[in-house]
């Protein structure tokens, strides 16, 4: 019998946290919403915490100008560091985003970053200064990865993540890690230790996962950039959800060791892997770390980085423009009117500008999502079990009905897996020419059947899971602010499937 209740972690971890926000950064109860103000976006700007300056420094700089100015000695790393520290600190108190809060750590460090510019005139890296969030998953050496789990709280890591160590070899000041899912299984960001991240821009739909935190973080624009993990859609996912762009690369382009999933060591390599990838404001951004990753020798931290340079990787236009491939839908959830809205003017405005766009088919697209989800559970989650079982730890109610401890798939099994896995990627490449047999450079689909549904309310990750199982780098753009009339539009046929039927209930 466990001598201390998971409840009593619960308050020892949240009272730990709170215990790290300077009062003089605390909001005044009179600047606290009620329950009935959905969108808390511009509270930062008009609690009267920031000063004009800090404002800027938060506002007016993607990471690369931002570090363009600390290397040209026009900002110094405290300052920046203290306006995204501050920053933080307010859109964790408005969402609930953060887990491990390391201000004090990184006012310190970036104090001796300026110490080393004052002293040589140089930087250490092209990060130099930049505050950099973490996704809670990612080991930083004498803080927790807890994942929200009781279990695995107050076990602080004993060394960096290969990708930590990367990014403070780089010059990046790392200020605070990010809230995640009970068990990083689930598309809302809610767990029994750190409670209900909420989506900033409308409260009462959710913030995404499992890389919620680190979603809403960066929309409130308490991080320059933000580092989260996808296997499912864990960084697309919240990218749409925050209104902010996300990135999931390839293997081997992002080292990975270090990070804390919930499940036994070597977990992982038998089936898919969680990927790497950057959460930010902007495109650029999103090149810009990966960028400055691929340009630090990375495969000498992590032996399953492919050698080579970001920028020469991937390349492959033969021609003046892109032929951009339009997939619609994955034959097994049909998106909802508002999506489809969408996706129809990205078309015409790509046509408009000259670009050529062409229609691409995927029958086999509708199998990907069960075959994902059988290599998920490959382990039939009894590690993950056996950790919640050790104190005592109820799972969240979205979790509870859907996980359930399983035997573990056999050899055999996976060996099928995979074959069905190799014809799935051989069938896939014929999307890559158009009916005249041309190169497709890039196609686009949806994120998800459905616009940003409410608490608990995702259906289905198979436009976002498939490109995990395909091994396909793929990202989130956000294209505009939704109106009320996109709500408008009906579907008449036939539901494709249980989860099509459950999809069109978001619409009513």
């Known amino acids: 019998m466990a001598s201390t209740s998971w409840q009593d972690i619960r308050k020892s971890k949240q009272a730990h946290r709170a215990s790290l926000i300077p009062k003089e950064w605390l909001l005044p109860a009179s600047r606290l919403p009620g329950d009935d103000v959905l969108n808390v976006t511009n509270i930062p700007r008009t609690c009267g915490l920031l000063d004009p300056k800090e404002l800027y420094i938060t506002e007016g700089y993607d990471a690369r100008a931002l570090a363009e100015e600390i290397r040209k000695g026009r900002l110094q790393a405290v300052e920046v560091t203290r306006a995204f520290c501050k920053r933080a600190a307010i859109a964790h108190q408005l969402t609930n985003c953060l887990t491990e809060i390391l201000f004090r750590e990184a006012l310190q460090r970036a104090a001796y970053l300026d110490a080393h510019f004052a002293k040589t005139g140089r930087t250490i890296g092209p990060l130099h200064g930049l505050p950099i969030s973490v996704k809670d998953s990612f080991d930083i050496q004498d803080f927790d990865s807890s994942i929200g789990m009781a279990a695995l709280a107050r076990k602080p890591a004993k060394c960096n993540a290969s990708l930590v160590d990367l990014l403070l070899d780089a010059g990046a000041v790392l200020h605070c890690k990010s809230n995640v899912p009970q068990t990083l299984m689930s598309l809302d960001s809610v767990n029994n230790l750190f409670g209900r991240t909420l989506n900033p821009i409308k409260r009462d739909v959710t913030a995404g996962g499992s890389s919620g935190g680190e979603g809403v973080l960066v929309a409130m624009k308490g991080s320059v950039l933000g580092i989260g993990t996808d296997i499912g859609g864990s960084v697309r996912i919240p990218a749409m959800c925050n209104g902010v762009y996300g990135f999931k690369p390839s293997k081997g382009r992002i080292p990975s060791t270090g990070l804390e999933n919930g499940k036994a060591a070597g977990t992982g390599k038998e ?226 499937s249980s989860w099509d039927k459950v999809n069109r209930e978001l619409c009513k």
């Open 271 to 496: 089936g898919l892997e969680t990927l790497v990838g950057p959460i930010a404001r902007s495109l650029n951004d999103c090149g810009f770390l990966c960028e400055v990753v691929k340009g630090t020798d990375p495969w000498e931290r992590d032996a399953d980085v492919l050698p080579g340079r970001w920028w020469t990787e991937g390349v492959s236009r033969t021609r003046d423009k892109p032929l951009i491939g339009i997939l619609w839908r994955d034959g097994l959830i049909e998106p909802l009117p508002p999506v489809t809205k969408v996706m129809t003017e990205v078309v015409e405005k790509l046509r408009r500008t000259g670009v050529e766009v062409v229609e691409i088919e995927a029958p086999r697209f509708k199998e990907c999502q069960a075959l994902a989800n059988a290599f998920f559970g490959l382990e039939g989650e009894n590690h993950t079990f056996d950790l919640l079982e050790k104190e005592g730890e109820a799972l969240v109610p979205w979790l509870a009905p859907r996980l359930k401890r399983k035997e573990a798939k056999t050899l055999e099994d996976l060996r099928q897996l995979h074959a069905r896995k190799m014809g799935l990627e051989k069938d896939f490449l014929k999307i890559w020419r158009d009916s005249r047999g041309r190169k497709v450079d890039a196609f686009i689909c949806p994120v998800a059947p459905h616009p940003v549904p409410p608490i608990d309310r995702w259906n289905g990750v198979s436009y976002t899971s498939s490109f995990v199982l395909l091994d396909y780098p793929a990202g989130t753009i956000p294209v505009r602010t939704p109106v009320e009339e996109d709500l408008h539009g009906e579907m008449n046929a036939a539901p494709l």
